[in-house]
Structures are given as structure tokens and as C-alpha cells.
């Protein structure tokens, strides 16, 4: 599954990203031009963008994952088959997300292959590989196992379905807790930028001498680079890996 944006999303960010970065240079080095030299940061800037993109994407599947997960095991406790469970789920889904919802289009494409007398294991193992979520590859394993071992598959699948279910719901809590500090990074990194703006319009000239001397720019380089790193390394700080 592509997490990826689309190409005018993309586009729209390398605009809006190259604008950002030649007003980054008004501020550090006085002139717009200087933007314009320095509009290389505009890849890495971009690259950490997409990164922060892709992730928040997949998030947001895992959570429809999850919910759909939950819509299956309502309906295997009320009797259905696992093949008739997801159609169920289908329907669910497209009540709270949509027809265009991400989790929406695969069960789609999974029902669609059910009804080629797909075997139901490759269906989860298709799903699996395709969107590259870890409790999907942790529900097909269970399931293959229990599958070929034999036993009691209803209950097997509910309670893999309960641990995933579990696992996914703690993630979710622990990033509703850290959004506090996730707004706290964001005002943070504003905050120098507004600070310059602001005496820039409050004392024109008062910069003048960072702007026109050698010696000026180069603090200001070192300024812009102590920014860019401080800036990395609050996006790490506040990335929590599950």
C-alpha cells in the first residue's frame, strides 16, 4: 500500500516548503536572495516532511485496522465465517470512513478475491505484504498456524484479534499523551523565527550589522545550522516507537 502523497500534494509541499525556506533567508541573511542560494535545504526539509507524512498515514490505517479488526470478531462471536465476517466489517467500515476510507478500498480488494475462491489465508497474507503492518502480518501467522494445526479457528481468531486490538489501543494513548509535548516542539520551533520577524519589523536596521558584515553572516550560518539541528532533534525526541 502507498503511504506516499500524491503528485500535486507534493508538488503543493515543495512549493509551499521553497517559499518557507527563501523566507528563512530574508530573516538569517536579510535578503531574498539568499533564500534562493540557500534553496538546497528545500530536499532534506522535504525528505523529513514526506517521512513525517508517510507516517502519520500509516497511523491512521493502523487505526482503521483496527477497527475493522474489531468488526470482524462482532461478527465471528454472532456466527459468521471469517469470508462472511469481513464482508460485515465491510459494511461497517463504509459507514464510518466512507467508500473511499483506505481500510474501505482493501477490504474491497479482499472480498473481490474471495469471490475468485482466493483461499482466505492468501487474502491475509496479500493484505499483509501489501500495506506492511505489523499486527496484519501478526493476525496472518496466527492465523496460518492455527489454520494448518487445526483447533478451535473461531476462538484463535478472537483472541489474536483481542491482543492486536490491545496492542494498537495502548499506541494511541501513549501518542494522545505525548501531543502535549508534540504542540510544545511545534510553538518551539516557530518561536526563533518570530522572535527575528518581530524585530525586524519592530527596529529596522537593528539586524543591519549581522546582514552586511562577514563576520555577521557567518554568525547567522551558524545560527540557521544550530536551528536545523535543534529542530532534527526534536522531531526524534518526540518520535515514539512502539
Known amino acids: 500500500m502507498n503511504y506516499c502523497m500524491s503528485g500535486k500534494k507534493k508538488t503543493v509541499s515543495l512549493i509551499i516548503i521553497g517559499l518557507l525556506v527563501i523566507l528563512m533567508g530574508r ?46 470478531k462482532d461478527g465471528i462471536v454472532t456466527g459468521y465465517s471469517v469470508e462472511n465476517g469481513l464482508k460485515e466489517s465491510y459494511r461497517e467500515m463504509v459507514n464510518i ?18 469471490k475468485l475462491n482466493t483461499p482466505i489465508e492468501m487474502v491475509f497474507k496479500d493484505f499483509a505484504e501489501r500495506t506492511d503492518l505489523e499486527s496484519a502480518h501478526m493476525f496472518y501467522n496466527t492465523f496460518s498456524i492455527a489454520q494448518k494445526s487445526g483447533g478451535n479457528m473461531n476462538n484463535v481468531i478472537k483472541r489474536v484479534i483481542e491482543n492486536i486490538v ?19 516542539q511545534r510553538i518551539m520551533t516557530v518561536i526563533p523565527l518570530l522572535l527575528i520577524g518581530y524585530i525586524s519589523m519592530a527596529s529596522p536596521g537593528f539586524l543591519d550589522i549581522m ?31 512502539i
Not at 31 to 42: M, R, T
Not at 97 to 114: A, P, V, W
Not at 229 to 240: D, P, T
Request: hydrophobic fraction near 45%; charge should be positive.
Open 211 to 241: 546582514y552586511k558584515s562577514i563576520m555577521g553572516n557567518i554568525v547567522m550560518t551558524v545560527c540557521l545550522i544550530v536551528y536545523l539541528l535543534a529542530y532534527l532533534w526534536s522531531e526524534k525526541i518526540v518520535k515514539v516507537s
Open 27 to 72: 530573516m538569517f541573511y536579510g535578503s531574498f536572495k539568499a533564500g534562493i542560494i540557500i534553496l538546497p535545504l528545500v530536499i532534506p526539509i522535504y525528505r523529513q516532511y514526506s517521512t513525517k507524512y508517510k507516517d502519520r498515514a500509516k497511523a491512521e490505517f493502523e487505526h482503521q485496522y483496527k477497527e475493522m479488526l474489531v468488526a470482524l
Open 97 to 114: 470512513y466512507g467508500y473511499d476510507g483506505l481500510i474501505c478500498s482493501e477490504l474491497r480488494l479482499m472480498t473481490s478475491r474471495l
Open 166 to 184: 490491545l496492542k494498537e489501543s495502548v499506541k494511541e494513548e501513549i501518542n494522545v499523551a505525548i501531543n502535549d509535548k508534540k504542540l510544545e
